[in-house]
Structure formats: structure tokens, C-alpha cells
């Protein structure tokens, strides 16, 4: 039903910066929020971000002062701004959409790579 479609991953130097963003396809009745989680191999997904649909936010400890997730309703999108990006942000980023009658929707994921 749902699609989401994720952009702007890719390779970049520690210090660097890249911006996620994640479109769904549609309009999404009684969205609770949308998110980004990530996971970097052979570990746990983990949370990075979340902004309910009154743009509350929510963020990791790890990306704190580092990330910011913002969305756009008209456009049913979201976004990541990660700057001061480290090694240890290498991974594979996860959209994800929860709503009253979806329930969680995740995109294929976006890999980022950040170099030494």
C-alpha cells in the first residue's frame, strides 16, 4: 500500500554532511510519526530520529546536536540533516511511517558511508 522512497545517501568524509529524505506515496491517514532508524553491520537497528505529526521531536543520544529531522506534511515527506558526520554514523538509514490504520511502514533503506 504505502511506499516510501528514500534519497540522499551516500559517501562522505568525517566532518562532512549529507540530508536523507523519505517521500511516501501517498497521504497517510492519523500519522503518530515518522522516523529515521539505522543499522550499521552486525548490530542492532537502532533509533536515530522521530517527529510526531505536531513536530514533536525525539532524537538519540549518539546524533544529539548532530541530526535534525524535520517533515514536511504537504509533501508527506521527512528528512535527516546529519552533519558532523563520524564513522561510526556508517550504516544503512531506515524511513519509517507509523500511523492509526497503516501501522508501521518501513522504506528499503539508504546506506551512508562515512570515511576516516
Known amino acids: 500500500q504505502v511506499q516510501l522512497v528514500e534519497s540522499g545517501g551516500g559517501l562522505v568524509q568525517a566532518g562532512g554532511s549529507l540530508r536523507l529524505s523519505c517521500k511516501s506515496s501517498?497521504?497517510?491517514?492519523?500519522?503518530?510519526?515518522m522516523g529515521w532508524y539505522r543499522q550499521a553491520p552486525g548490530m542492532q537497528r537502532e533509533l536515530v530520529a522521530t517527529i510526531t505529526a505536531g513536530g514533536s521531536t525525539n532524537y538519540a543520544d549518539s546524533v544529539k546536536g548532530r541530526f535534525t529531522i524535520s517533515r514536511d506534511n504537504t509533501e508527506n515527506s521527512v528528512s535527516l540533516q546529519m552533519n558532523s558526520l563520524k564513522p561510526e554514523d556508517t550504516a544503512t538509514y531506515y524511513c519509517?511511517?507509523?500511523?492509526?490504520?497503516?501501522?508501521?511502514?518501513w522504506g528499503q533503506g539508504t546506506q551512508v558511508t562515512v570515511s576516516s
Open positions: 519509517t511511517v507509523r500511523a492509526i490504520r497503516l501501522g508501521t511502514a
Open positions: 501517498s497521504s497517510i491517514f492519523g500519522v503518530i510519526l
